[in-house]
């Protein structure tokens, strides 16, 4: 059975960083293509980063780039998001994702991504 347990979310001033941690069990992360994802109230989930099987290949949402780095660790099996530069907007709650059909590369869209994590709240204060 796949879990993915997120941690590092928090309370933090506009400018400031946070660095999310996604611990996998069950499912080998350099063999699917794990992503973040983040929903805001009242709105839709909407990508965030990703990365692919090769490890090196990113992807972002324009509202991040330059901004937030995706990355894996592969002993450890786990996913980091580095958010640095955080503005008020990137309040959300942060979803880990990972998709395992072959069929996709890259999940940038919520019905892509096969299992979530439980989320883990980011509150950016101006």
């Known amino acids: 059975q796949v879990q993915l347990l997120e941690s590092g979310g928090g309370l933090v001033q506009a400018g400031g960083s946070l660095r999310l941690s996604c611990a996998a069990s069950?499912?080998?992360?350099?063999?699917?293509?794990p992503a973040w994802f983040r929903q805001a109230p009242g709105k839709e989930r909407e990508f965030v980063a990703a990365?692919?099987?090769?490890?090196?290949?990113?992807h972002y949402a324009d509202s991040v780039k330059g901004r937030f780095h995706i990355g894996r660790d592969n002993a450890k099996n786990t996913l980091n998001l580095q958010m640095d530069n955080l503005k008020p907007e990137d309040t959300a709650v942060y979803y880990c994702?990972?998709?395992?059909?072959?069929?996709?590369?890259?999940?940038?869209?919520?019905?892509?991504?096969?299992?979530w994590g439980q989320g883990t709240q980011v509150t950016v204060s101006s």
């Open positions: 069950g499912r080998t992360l350099r063999t699917s293509a």
């Open positions: 994702a990972l998709g395992v059909r072959e069929t996709v590369a890259v999940p940038t869209s919520p019905n892509e991504v096969d299992y």
């Open positions: 990365i692919r099987y090769s490890g090196v290949t990113t």
